[in-house]
Structure formats: structure tokens, C-alpha cells
């Protein structure tokens, strides 16, 4: 009788010990899901940009030099999920998490994505480092148009993933995440043959605030914008617009989308 007095209890004591190590490792394994959701998002944003940029990705100076036309590749980085902003799990719109639309407040200068045109000087095939000795290159393509080694084109995109559980040890309570993509520069650009095509056209944002839902379309089209305007909200087409996804005024690629909402 006694021996059973002794142990009143146990059960309740062993589960309270192993469910703390329980919820401790779901929670772990929640955030390493939506880190790993989050990174999976930001490669295929980086892979989005590099691959514009390799092929499309330039522009003429006044002297007809090629330049890099790093705006039209941030664009297409931020829109590589359309106006969704992501995947769900990141928000490319606001990469530094700190609720504000990086469109807003950065423009197209973002500090968060990093566009670099590099020279494989050793020629292996890795413009990052010498693939027989494992020493960094990193070498600046200064012209791809006349450069006679081949030139990449490498898109960096980083973040910062806010622990959902900062408790966890193993993490800070802000998790930096960063994703690259490297591309080779098309051949006529990078190996010095060739003519360089056309620059990007940029157009201007209209203000759509006010403006009939029946209406936007075409004032879309008129202010140069061939790609696709997604407009959302209840009521009839006389219903006047209240939210638009990029401000009045943004200057981005001709062939961009965006979203209006009543």
C-alpha cells in the first residue's frame, strides 16, 4: 500500500517532462518549415532575375554602351509571383520585414536584392571561384559586349525571417536569409558578337485611386503598359477604384503587372 502512495502522480509527472521536449521540438520543426517555404520562395525570385537579366536584362547609355538595366531586373525579381508578392511564406514586397512596401520605400534601389555581372576569368564554368584550386574570383564584368571570357549574371535576394518560437535556442529571435541565382549572360552579349537589342521601355504608374473600374483598363494601355492589370473588388464597373498595388508615379518596365482593387 504504501509503494503506491509513492508513485501517485508519476504519470503526470512524465508526461509534463516529455511534453515540454515535445511542443519544444514541434515548434522548432514549424519554423525550420517556413524558413525552408521562405528560402524556397526567395531562389525562385533570384532565378526569376537572373534568367530576365541574362537574356533581356540591358540597356544603352548616351554613348550606346551596354549597361545592365538593373531596375527592369529588380522589377521582375519582386514580380515573380505576380501581384501576390510571393509564395505565401515571403513577402517580396517587403523583404526586410518591417511591414512597409519596399516599393515604396526603397523604389527600385533595393538594398535587399543584389545584381552583379561577373567574369569567369578562369574559365571552368564558376565565375564565384576557381573550381581547381577553390580560390574567389568574383571578378566584375566591366562590358559584357566586349568582353571576350564569358560574363554572368548573378541575383542575390536576402531577408530577414521572424521566429515565430524565438525561444528556440539554436535561432535568433530575426533570422537573416539570403538565396542566389547565377546565370551566364546570352552569348551575343557576353563573347563580344553580335548587335545589343533594343533598351526596355519604362513607363509611369498612373493614379488609379477614383478612377471607374470600367475605365482602368484603358488608362492602363494609354500610358504605355502592356502587361497584364488585375482588377478586384465587388460591385459593377462604375464602382470607382480605392487600392492599386504600386503608388502613382513608379517608373517600372512597360511589360509590368499590378493589381487594382475597389
Known amino acids: 500500500m504504501q509503494r503506491f502512495k509513492r508513485t501517485q502522480g508519476q504519470a503526470l509527472v512524465e508526461f509534463a517532462l516529455a511534453a515540454t521536449l515535445i511542443f519544444f521540438l514541434l515548434a ?5 518549415g517556413l524558413i525552408f517555404f521562405a528560402l524556397q520562395g526567395m531562389h525562385n525570385a533570384a532565378q526569376e532575375g537572373a534568367t530576365y537579366g541574362s537574356r533581356w536584362g ?27 508578392g510571393g509564395n505565401g511564406f515571403i513577402n517580396l514586397y517587403d523583404l526586410d ?29 564558376d565565375p564565384t ?37 524565438p525561444f528556440a535556442p539554436a535561432f535568433a529571435k530575426n533570422v537573416p536569409l539570403t538565396s542566389s541565382f547565377i546565370m551566364p549572360l546570352r ?23 477614383g478612377v471607374k473600374k470600367n475605365s482602368a483598363a484603358s488608362l492602363w494601355a494609354s500610358n504605355g503598359f502592356t502587361g497584364l492589370l488585375s482588377i478586384g473588388g465587388g460591385g459593377g464597373g462604375t464602382t470607382p477604384i480605392a487600392s492599386q498595388d504600386v503608388p502613382a508615379n513608379t517608373v517600372v518596365p512597360c511589360s509590368s503587372s499590378m493589381g487594382v482593387s475597389s
Open 187 to 209: 552569348s551575343s552579349l557576353s563573347r563580344a558578337s553580335g548587335s545589343p537589342p533594343q533598351a526596355p521601355k519604362n513607363c509611369t504608374v498612373p493614379n488609379f485611386i
Open 58 to 84: 540591358v540597356t544603352l547609355d548616351n554613348s550606346n554602351n551596354i549597361l545592365i538595366d538593373k531596375n527592369a531586373v529588380t522589377a521582375h525579381v519582386r514580380d515573380e509571383s505576380g501581384a501576390k
Open 129 to 165: 571561384k576557381n573550381v581547381a584550386t577553390g580560390a574567389p574570383e568574383n571578378i566584375l564584368c566591366t562590358d559584357p559586349s566586349t568582353n571576350t571570357k564569358t560574363c554572368y549574371m548573378r541575383v542575390t535576394v536576402r531577408s530577414i525571417h521572424k521566429m515565430l518560437f
Open 28 to 32: 522548432a520543426a514549424v519554423d525550420v
Open 97 to 125: 520585414s518591417n511591414g512597409v512596401d519596399d516599393r515604396t520605400q526603397n523604389g527600385l534601389t533595393d538594398p535587399n536584392i543584389t545584381i552583379d555581372v561577373l567574369e569567369d576569368f578562369t574559365s571552368d564554368g
